[in-house]
DNA sequence: TGTTTTTCCATGATATTCCATAGATATCCA
DNA sequence: TGGATATCTATGGAATATCATGGAAAAACA
């Protein structure tokens, strides 16, 4: 599985090119789809981005809820009718749409956001702030990481 | 798992390269990536390190939780985003940010603090301080190192 | 044919690799 | 045992490669 660390800020052009950060391109490399898949987070003014077998992944999680819940349909309805699949140019490029630079305040420097199996476009700006408010919440509620064998879903909302 | 251990410090140079003790490569010789990952410490002047698989190991958990949760998203942030990935040089040095620099005020040495599964990079200085501390908040409250019973799996010598 | 999209190329800045040296430690052999 | 040699480590500087970025050329589209 590709993992995405660190943070990295990238010019966006007049074009709405931006480069994907190496380090990011490094972890895409043994991708079948040299690439991302991006959508508008539900939570923040972000975009929330993947590699493609990643989605594919997903599908199949989404598969394992209840198939007619709406919750779930409210949930691929916001992911996947969203998503949008870009190629990487020969250049380690992508181009944003001007609707997501629009959704995630794009306009001159995006700030690429490791954070594991996914990461997030920022706007630099609004990223310091939601960066105070996590490490806030991660100390505050003593939030850890739990032990892979005791895998939770739910307790979500 | 890599092992570090003891205390080493070494010059830090202008272009913030610095020398991995040759003790925690031996630890890393048998690593897929030949390098570490940093962070700030959450509650030192310090910058923490690991293994890259140790990283992955994090990765898959997070994975455990919900994606789109407010628990995965804010761990997440704090952690992956924070981490950087250094490899090393040719030399056995990795290039230390002007940023993980000032945080920990590495701008002459830096002491590689060996804990066993991770390690810490710490002013020479602060660390004194930190150990000298360490030492009094043990005998004041006579702390003790706790029984074995609750140690993991594959955690002997 | 005019417009948009994609590919290609140039460049400065940054990062990575390579080489040289010196000190410390270990090794070897008479 | 003692001295000489080799090896490893840490460190500094220089050469080289890569990355991010802007703009132009080429291709696709309407």
């Known amino acids: 599985m590709p993992l995405f660390l660190s943070t990295h800020i990238n010019k966006v052009d007049k ?3 931006v480069s994907v950060p190496s380090g990011f391109r490094a972890a895409l490399s043994d991708q ?5 898949v991006l ?12 590699a493609y ?16 819940s709406s919750e779930q349909d409210d949930l691929a309805t ?6 949008v699949q870009l190629p990487l140019d020969g250049d380690g490029r992508i181009i944003l749409s001007p609707e ?8 001159d420097k995006a700030a690429f956001v490791g954070l594991g199996p996914k990461f997030q476009i920022w706007n630099p700006q609004a990223l310091d702030k939601r960066r105070i408010e996590a490490r806030k919440t991660v100390s505050k509620s003593g939030l850890t990481v739990p032990k892979n064998n005791k895998a939770k879903a739910g307790a979500h909302d």
């Open 15 to 17: 074009k709405g090119r």
């Open 39 to 50: 959508f508008r987070s539900n939570n923040f003014a972000c975009l929330e981005g993947f």
């Open 78 to 83: 916001a992911i996947f009718a969203e998503a």
């Open 53 to 68: 077998s990643y989605m594919e992944e997903l599908g199949e999680r989404l598969d394992n809820f209840d198939l007619f």
């Open 32 to 36: 079948s789809f040299q690439g991302v």
């Open 100 to 107: 997501l630079v629009e959704f995630a305040a794009l306009n």
